[in-house]
């Protein structure tokens, strides 16, 4: 069946429909991750987006089972998705492998993404569909299957995180004894798995949980999708929680919404950050850390307050990767320490996390 990618400045890309045979439209972008597909695509991060991958050859390891093979405190989480849905609008790829191998696998792409409704078109000529992205910037398009036109969508004019977080507060214990909150914006599994690994007891609640007067050691602010002013509500506990004397760590989203409720500011990105593969600087020391980033929006260093100070930065654009209180234990980072299937360079920054709660202690 022939499909169409069409974007807004009026490019028009020819291919073959594979997935479910719909049509869908949303922001298009791109991530150049070389594995990781069935977890880039269940990560909430990338709701309303219609995902590009740069790597030429997809499906090539198939679909993993949803088995569980966590401990039992953290039954419910798959080990091989980010969530328990595909998040992107449609998937964009150059070419799809006619055959899968890997001895986890259960299912084709294909197959996978036909039984949730989700669309992709293939034969795409992926490396000059990322230069025009990268030189106009991400653009609103759709993916047309056989000549079924839709809407244009644009995601960012609403508050995504409300169609990616939780309803209702939901426990993950552990082994320890201390107890920390996770805020889900759009929360990848991967964040809780690491919290649990390390005793920790889990407390996830929805974007919009007063969490201000719970009883806990520490709080995380998770990933998510959009622009992070649209989570006004969000915002306003966080900047009450503020008060409180306990360690808070930002992940993404997270990251830019506590630069805006300490009075800082954010921006869209010309095309975003999302890959595998982002080298990042720390301050001061100057040691790279190659990292995993899905985001499209950035925190601007120069609107922080005296009170904070920049942690880390982007070594291909100098933007913002991180930010830390000058005097207390509080901190946050825009990449992603849980990062699966990786790198795991910055898995340190859990540990560290933990580490203030024992300081706090």
């Keep these: 069946m022939k499909a169409q990618l069409v974007l807004e400045d009026g490019a028009i890309y020819e291919g073959t429909a594979f997935g479910a045979p719909v049509s869908v439209s949303g922001e298009v972008v791109f991530n150049t991750g070389m594995v990781g597909y069935p977890e880039a695509m269940t990560d909430p991060s990338y709701q309303g987006?219609?995902?590009?991958?740069?790597?030429?050859?997809?499906?090539?390891?198939?679909?993993?089972?949803?088995?569980?093979?966590?401990?039992?405190?953290?039954?419910?989480?798959?080990?091989?998705?980010?969530?328990?849905?595909?998040?992107?609008?449609?998937?964009?790829?150059?070419?799809?492998?006619?055959?899968?191998?890997h001895w986890s696998a259960v299912s084709s792409l294909d197959t996978w993404m036909k039984s949730a409704g989700v669309p992709g078109i293939c034969g795409v000529d992926t490396r000059a569909l990322?230069?025009?992205?990268?030189?106009?910037?991400?653009?609103?398009?759709?993916?047309?299957?056989?000549?079924?036109?839709?809407?244009?969508?644009?995601?960012?004019?609403?508050?995504?995180?409300?169609?990616?977080?939780?309803?209702?507060?939901?426990?993950?214990?552990?082994?320890?004894?201390?107890?920390?909150?996770?805020?889900?914006?759009?929360?990848?599994?991967?964040?809780?798995?690491?919290?649990?690994?390390?005793?920790?007891n889990v407390l996830k609640v929805p974007w919009n949980y007063d969490w201000t007067c719970e009883e806990t050691e520490g709080v995380v602010l998770s990933?998510?999708?959009?622009?992070?002013?649209?989570?006004?509500?969000?915002?306003?506990?966080?900047?009450?929680?503020?008060d409180r004397n306990i360690p808070i760590m930002g992940i993404c989203l997270g990251h830019q919404l506590l630069a805006l409720a300490s009075g800082g500011d954010t921006y869209k990105l010309k095309y975003g950050h999302r890959g595998q593969n982002q080298p990042c600087i720390e301050v001061g020391s100057k040691r790279c850390f190659i990292t995993s980033q899905n985001h499209g929006y950035?925190?601007?260093?120069?609107?922080?307050?005296?009170?904070?100070?920049?942690?880390?930065?982007?070594?291909?654009?100098?933007?913002?990767?991180?930010?830390?209180?000058?005097?207390?234990?509080?901190?946050?980072?825009?990449?992603?320490p849980e990062a699966h299937p990786g790198p795991v360079d910055t898995h340190f920054l859990f540990d560290f996390f933990v580490q203030k709660l024992s300081d706090g202690k």
């Design 130 to 200: 990322t230069k025009r992205l990268r030189t106009k910037g991400c653009l609103l398009g759709k993916i047309i299957v056989d000549s079924k036109d839709v809407p244009q969508d644009d995601p960012n004019r609403r508050n995504l995180v409300v169609e990616v977080s939780v309803r209702e507060a939901k426990w993950f214990p552990a082994d320890g004894e201390r107890k920390v909150v996770l805020v889900d914006f759009g929360c990848k599994n991967n964040i809780v798995r690491s919290l649990v690994a390390r005793g920790l």
């Design 49 to 101: 987006q219609i995902l590009t991958l740069t790597y030429p050859l997809i499906g090539n390891y198939g679909i993993p089972g949803n088995g569980d093979s966590l401990v039992s405190s953290s039954k419910g989480l798959s080990p091989s998705f980010e969530s328990n849905a595909i998040h992107v609008q449609g998937l964009v790829i150059s070419q799809l492998t006619d055959a899968y191998s």
């Design 298 to 336: 950035a925190v601007n260093e120069e609107s922080l307050s005296p009170e904070w100070k920049p942690w880390f930065f982007n070594a291909n654009d100098g933007s913002n990767e991180g930010i830390r209180h000058c005097g207390r234990p509080i901190f946050s980072v825009q990449f992603h």
């Design 223 to 242: 990933n998510g999708p959009g622009d992070p002013k649209a989570c006004l509500e969000a915002i306003s506990i966080l900047r009450k929680g503020l």
